[in-house]
């Protein structure tokens, strides 16, 4: 923390779960001198004025990113592309562009082609959040001992890369570089591919003829509740997320199909050993991801959501 050099004015555009916890990060931690909220809904932004978790609050994105030395790009990824055009002519240079979405190649190629010369533009992805959202859902442990994935562009000054390497660092988290396709291939199988099988199992829950919602909510044991969780994730964003990264995505149902084939078969067949030998594996996977930190064996995922006090913001739209 002492090495981190605070920004001077920090916009954060769409507030919910990733972007309020940011902002309650920068707060808690002296991370940012002046945090700006941008948000088109007038009740976030209502809401946002009341937990003071900014200092100022504008629902036009070219007003509030004047004067800012980082802006952070908190919305569903597909909305990046006229969001980026938007304020693309009133960024100042010098000033870092980055962002929390889940897909990284699409951000690359939307937003960099509208930012002006002079202002940097280094991707990021906190691998990290609950299946909550909105500005109320945010808690500024969040980051802490996750991972945060760079994706900067080859260009990228790495003066900037390094700043926003201490920014996230400084939250608490675990920051790795890598590529854009190549993030884009790792989390279809460790992110995107799980919520898909999730909204799929719960869809057929639902649909089943001979069992009744009520009983599918009364009985639902532990598997089912983590699927419900997952579920619960916010529609829009994960639309997005499946719709701009399809490739990798449908490259790794594939070979899920294909694994549930051979898992289909050995059930069929009575095959003890093979069902061993795979519920074995997946138990080493699941106590090696907490014994690296990533995940509690506590009840309720090992999270805490523990608020900030409010202060004081004004609005100016």
């Not at 500005?135 to 003066?159: M, S």
């Amino acid at each position: 923390m002492s090495a981190f050099a605070p920004f001077r004015r920090i916009a954060i555009i769409g507030f919910g779960l990733i972007g309020s916890s940011v902002a309650r990060s920068c707060r808690k931690l002296g991370l940012a001198q002046e945090l700006v909220c941008i948000d088109r809904d007038p009740a976030v932004r209502a809401r946002v004025a009341e937990l003071g978790l900014c200092d100022s609050i504008f629902s036009d994105a070219a007003k509030g990113v004047a004067g800012c030395d980082q802006v952070i790009l908190c919305v569903p990824v597909m909305a990046n592309a006229a969001l980026a055009a938007t304020i693309g002519p009133h960024l100042e240079p010098g000033t870092i562009v980055s962002d929390v979405g889940s897909v990284k190649g699409c951000v690359v190629r939307d937003v960099g082609p509208h930012l002006p010369p002079g202002v940097a533009f280094v991707p990021a992805h906190p691998v990290a959040g609950t299946e909550h959202s909105g500005p109320d859902a945010g808690f500024a442990e969040l980051f802490q001992n996750r991972w945060c994935i760079l994706t900067p562009p080859t260009e990228t000054d790495p003066t900037a890369i390094q700043r926003i390497r201490a920014f996230w660092e400084a939250m608490g988290a675990n920051v790795e570089v890598m590529t854009p396709d190549h993030h884009d291939r790792v989390l279809a199988i460790t992110s995107h591919l799980p919520h898909l099988i999730a909204y799929n199992i719960v869809g057929t829950a639902d649909d089943m003829e001979k069992v009744t919602q009520s009983e599918v909510i009364k009985f639902s044991a532990g598997g089912f509740r983590d699927f419900t969780r997952i579920a619960a994730s916010d529609p829009t964003m994960w639309r997005d997320v499946f719709l701009t990264n399809k490739d990798a995505v449908l490259e790794m149902l594939g070979r899920f199909s294909e694994d549930l084939l051979a898992l289909q078969r050995m059930i069929r067949w009575g095959d003890r050993d093979g069902l061993h030998a795979l519920f074995t594996r997946a138990r080493t996977i699941r106590r090696g991801i907490i014994a690296q930190g990533q995940e509690s064996p506590a009840p309720d995922f090992g999270r805490t959501n523990a608020p900030t006090p409010p202060a004081k913001a004004t609005d100016a739209q």
